[in-house]
């Protein structure tokens, strides 16, 4: 098990007008919705050609600083 031990789940999704199913990570979610909260992460929804909306993340400006006091042996941790 690594650092992001998430449980993904199949999830059906529309994209470019076909049905496919992708798996999608509730805790993953709820990370992501957790950063937002602390202004580390930027959001953007969008809207794609079929007009289904979109939403795009972003490293915040205070995520960025905050990465920048992350060690580099932690960051390998993570992409390992």
Same mark, same amino acid.
């Given at each position: &098990? /690594?650092i992001?031990?998430y449980?993904? &789940?199949?999830? #059906? +999704?529309l994209? $470019? =007008? *076909?049905?496919?199913?992708i =798996?999608?990570?509730?805790? /993953?979610?709820?990370?992501i919705?957790?950063l *937002?909260?602390?202004e580390? !992460?930027n +959001?953007?929804?969008l #809207?794609?050609?079929?007009? @289904?909306?979109? !939403?795009?993340?972003q !490293?915040?400006? =205070?995520g960025?600083e905050?990465?920048? *006091?992350? /060690?580099? #042996?932690? @960051? $390998?941790?993570? =992409? #390992?």
């Open positions: &098990a /690594g992001f031990d449980d993904y &789940a199949p999830q #059906s +999704a994209i $470019e =007008n *076909r049905r496919v199913w =798996n999608i990570s509730q805790e /993953g979610q709820s990370d919705e957790f *937002r909260e602390e580390l !992460v +959001a953007l929804i #809207s794609s050609k079929s007009f @289904k909306p979109v !939403v795009l993340y !490293v915040s400006d =205070n960025s905050l990465l920048s *006091r992350v /060690g580099r #042996s932690e @960051k $390998e941790i993570v =992409n #390992s």
